[in-house]
């Protein structure tokens, strides 16, 4: 759709009739956000050239970063990219579901290179969402979608927060509610050892049991090829200081578990220390705080456990000083 029909962006219900609406957009080659288990992606055509560097453009993302490609099931995704036989046992163990697996592009795939960023490989990943696998389904397309904010910011877990980023960008948004993980999926990349490049919403435990092999975590520095690692992604405006055990007093204090004495927490990721919670709420807090002004605000300390490592590494980020 031309960048002229884009001033009015249409928020969608979740009926048949709305995921048919936003499928028909997708396949004219428009951009529709959506939501996913993990967070709300901003899709395009990933076969569409002129549709994927619309993604770009509504974000204001650095072109040298690669999109994940949403299919609608693992046979799809053996059409786009080689799958090794541990890539094959994790999505048979994990898609639908929070789980990016990054694979040996084919060479005739005839997915937009603006996708892949020029890259040999492709991020696959088959979601779990109901309204996902709806549209994926109309749409009969593999769908480029990265997470539908405004690069660098807090990624959105509602149809409010990509109005809040997107609104007048983008052609539409399909509401389907919160986000149920509300982190992002956890990218695995084979070097040729399965290695974590993102941790996300599948446990590096979890892998590990489908695999009986340990799983690599890839250092910062050894992430040139996953740059959405940019140190102050995920951004609120207020600094935040972690790992707090107490509050200052100009402070506001994001919990996790039972508060320290004498400190009644405005926010929580999670009252009783619930990781799972916890990972489900972290973005919607992170925009809590941002509707609440650009204070200073303290968090709690979060164990680096599970999902813990990944709303910790959010956190850090989010903390980061901003370039
Ligand atoms: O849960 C999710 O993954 C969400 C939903 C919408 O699916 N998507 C998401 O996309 O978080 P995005 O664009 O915000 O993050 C995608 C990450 C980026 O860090 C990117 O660099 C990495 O995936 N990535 C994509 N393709 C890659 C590739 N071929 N090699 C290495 N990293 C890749
Ligand atoms: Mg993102």
Redesign the pocket.
Known sequence: MAQADRQETERLDGTPQGVARAAGMLRAGGLVGFP?E????LGADARNDRAVAGIFAAKGRPAF????V?VADAASAERLAEMPEAARRLAAAFWPG?L?L?LPLRADAGVSPLV?AG?T???L?V?AHPLARALLAGAGCPVA????NPSGRV?PTTADHVLAGLSGRIDAVLDGGACPVGL??T?L?FAPGPVI??A??VTAEALEAVLGAPVGQAAPSERP?????LASHYAPHAPLRLNAATRRPDERFVGFGPPPPGVAPELTLSATGDLTEAAARLFAVLHALDAGGDGPVAVAPVPDRGLGRAINDRLRRAAAPRG
């Open positions: 996913t993990t967070v709300y992606g970063n690669p999109l994940i949403h929070p990016t990054v892949t890259l490989t492709v991020g990943r979601p979608a990265p997470s539908a990624s992002e999926s990218i990349g490049l993102r996300g919403g090829t996953a740059p959405g690692q």
